[in-house]
T-cell receptor, first 117, second 115 residues
Framework: AQKVTQAQTEISVVEKEDVTLDCVYETRDTTYYLFWYKQPPSGELVFLIRRNSFDEQNEISGRYSWNFQKSTSSFNFTITASQVVDSAVYFCALSEARGGGADGLTFGKGTHLIIQP | EPEVTQTPSHQVTQMGQEVILRCVPISNHLYFYWYRQILGQKVEFLVSFYNNEISEKSEIFDDQFSVERPDGSNFTLKIRSTKLEDSAMYFC????WGQGYSPLHFGNGTRLTVT
């Protein structure tokens, strides 16, 4: 069975600090997909990134970066120079490939990130 | 940019009543999903739908739940006899190729309150 663990329930930092959100996953499949979603206070779910299990290259998008390490089953998310607008709940999610694309995503419990001015 | 549209944004219903949540997925997408999020908790998969039938469903999706694509644009979730514990935000999502190959596009959700 697949599982996603986000051990940090809540993180509070001061604006401009860097912050890393941890995500550890479990799966028996060799082919799987990892995602990060952002849920701002308004409640919608905003896609941030998708990674497949064969691509361990780290990715950077502006102030956001992701570190995927299969050896430790982790897919961590770092925000550099955080801003108040980054305040949200961030979810890590996993999808296995067996269902040909129709598999449900397994979400972690989310990390509530608070950026204080 | 095309969006997934959900109506209503908030639905209040009495326990035991039937409720239908509506979604209009992005027009060229082929895979459709329902997820729910109980307040303050994680997002949970309910069901996926492809080629006019259910592809996968979770343990949450019991006989009280059903989905339908009544026409070429709408995708509905019906809860036959609502319970208090069905109170949650329900998210519809769609994707063109299946979520392993392309990310889910979520709607803004319908907040269901069962009293």
């Amino acid at each position: 069975a697949q599982k996603v663990t986000q051990a940090q329930t809540e993180i509070s930092v001061v604006e401009k600090e860097d912050v890393t959100l941890d995500c550890v996953y479990e799966t028996r499949d060799t082919t799987y997909y990892l995602f990060w979603y952002k849920q701002p206070p308004s409640g919608e779910l905003v896609f941030l990134i998708r990674r497949n299990s064969f691509d361990e290259q780290n990715e950077i998008s502006g102030r956001y970066s992701w570190n995927f390490q299969k050896s430790t089953s982790s897919f961590n998310f770092t925000i550099t120079a955080s801003q108040v607008v980054d305040s949200a709940v961030y979810f890590c999610a996993l999808s296995e490939a067996r269902g040909g694309g129709a598999d449900g995503l397994t979400f972690g419990k989310g990390t509530h990130l608070i950026i204080q001015p | 940019e095309p969006e997934v549209t959900q109506t209503p944004s908030h639905q209040v219903t009495q326990m035991g009543q039937e409720v239908i949540l509506r979604c209009v997925p992005i027009s060229n997408h082929l895979y459709f999903y329902w997820y729910r999020q109980i307040l303050g908790q994680k997002v949970e998969f309910l069901v996926s739908f492809y080629n006019n039938e259910i592809s996968e469903k979770s343990e949450i999706f019991d006989d009280q739940f059903s989905v339908e694509r009544p026409d070429g644009s709408n995708f509905t979730l019906k809860i036959r006899s609502t319970k208090l514990e069905d109170s949650a935000m329900y998210f519809c999502a769609s994707t063109p190729w299946g979520q392993g190959y392309s990310p889910l596009h979520f709607g803004n959700g319908t907040r269901l309150t069962v009293t």
